[in-house]
């Protein structure tokens, strides 16, 4: 029931159920909602998000992008209710298509809906495979009683927070701020800890889930630091550079961090910082294509990684590395459009997605040891790995003896 002081916003109530809110459901955030009547409006959104969840509401006529079809034949028409939803373990590999999130076995031949969704945004899964976040920060549970209603913010840089993912860290559209959002709230809280004109360019979780590192750039230089999951306590670790900076991933050991850098010479590598030694090592990568993504594996003695290279979406490679200094090669050599490394399945089977800036994706199952490339999946709009994170997790990084070492 709607609120009275909610009744100017009656019509707009009664058709909001079910169905996309125009205006609403791709804002920015911009500044502090400070007017009555923004007031007013956010409160109604709470409420709406409440009351559409407890009369169990779906989506009826879904517009879809794509029909996709698996290893196991064409999707079905509709999710079974009252269907458990399949542990992470049982099936890993997660994708949007016909405007459903499914999993699947790792050979793609069993299928489970698992729910309806417009906007899959990141289609980000967290460290238990239990919970993702969607599109405008929304987080929904798997088999998990979790859940973070959306607030319309388009994030430049995304990561979970907490051994079990129980927020998340962002930064935030103008890269002007850190910000975090805790499940079970609409609530956002402010991690930045450099102001005074600082652009934060990305935003990576340790494995221990209890601290995290960014890039930020100040004075025209970018640095990389560390600091714990409240903003605090930040460590620089590589000292100002003129080299742009970015993306970041940790090994999955949680001792090495590694990042892409953009030299003034035109060079790129894929740089190496050792947290146990506090210091940087020698590059895991080099080549004349930005890096777009880094996909570590998760065992914590990898000596292989995924990263995807190139301008953009119209012309990124999922490539292989050895993790000595070289090119490195591509995952999917056959490929006729741009690949991008999805995630390690386990130490040498990788999911590569191909297609297009706009989609349709196809995604493979791409063997590293030379077997040919398994199709999974074909059609569909966004593909994640949902396995859980190894335990148990591996300590924290001990930032008062990174600030010793110096950065």
């Known amino acids: 029931m709607l609120p009275p002081e909610f009744a100017p916003l009656r019509a707009w109530w009664d058709h909001a159920c079910n169905r996309q809110l125009p205006g609403l459901g791709r804002t920015r955030l911009t500044m502090p909602v400070r007017s009555s009547w923004a007031r007013l409006l956010l409160a109604a959104l709470t409420v709406l998000a409440v009351a559409c969840s407890e009369r169990g509401a779906t989506l009826p006529n879904t517009p879809a992008t794509t029909v996709g079809t698996t290893a196991a034949g064409p999707l079905p028409e509709g999710c079974a209710g009252g269907t458990p939803a399949p542990a992470p373990t049982t099936a890993p590999v997660a994708f949007v298509a016909g405007g459903r999130a499914w999993a699947t076995t790792a050979d793609g031949r069993r299928l489970w809906c698992l729910f309806e969704v417009r906007h899959p945004g990141p289609f980000l899964w967290g460290p238990r495979g239990d919970r993702v976040v969607l599109d405008g920060l929304e987080v929904r549970g798997v088999g998990a009683s979790v859940w973070r209603a959306p607030r319309g913010i388009e ?3 995304l990561t979970w927070l907490g051994a079990n993912g129980s927020a998340l860290a962002f930064v935030a559209p103008g890269r002007l701020n850190l910000n975090s959002a805790a499940l079970g709230s609409i609530d956002l809280r402010e991690l930045t800890p450099f102001r ?10 340790h494995p221990s889930g209890q601290a995290l590192a960014f890039v930020v750039q100040r004075d025209g230089a970018s640095e990389v630091f560390m600091a714990s999951n409240t903003g605090s306590g930040a460590v620089r670790l590589v000292a100002p550079t003129r080299a742009r900076l970015g993306p970041l991933a940790f090994a999955g050991g949680g001792k090495v961090l590694y990042y892409g850098s953009r030299l003034p ?3 790129r590598r894929l740089e190496v910082f050792s ?3 506090g210091r940087s090592l020698a590059p895991a990568w080099t080549g004349k294509r930005d890096v777009l993504a880094i996909v570590a594996r998760r065992d914590p003695a990898a000596t292989q990684l995924a990263i995807d290279t190139g301008s953009g ?3 990124r490679r999922a490539d292989l590395s050895g993790l000595d200094g070289g090119p490195g090669r591509p995952l999917l050599p056959s490929a006729t459009r741009p690949t991008s490394a999805v995630g390690w399945l386990d130490t040498h089977r990788v999911l590569v997605a191909e297609g297009g800036c706009q989609g349709p994706f196809d995604l493979w199952l791409v063997d590293v040891n030379g ?3 398994q199709s ?6 966004r593909a994640a790995l949902r396995w859980p994170v190894p335990r148990p997790l591996p300590a924290p990084p001990d930032l008062a003896a990174l600030a010793g070492a110096g950065g």
């Open 155 to 157: 994030t430049v840089s």
């Open 196 to 205: 005074g004109g600082s652009i934060y360019d990305a935003v990576a979780s």
């Open 265 to 267: 010479d035109g060079n």
């Open 275 to 277: 947290l146990a030694e």
């Open 313 to 315: 979406c119209g012309d």
């Open 371 to 373: 077997r040919e490339p």
């Open 376 to 381: 999974l999946a074909r059609g569909i709009d």
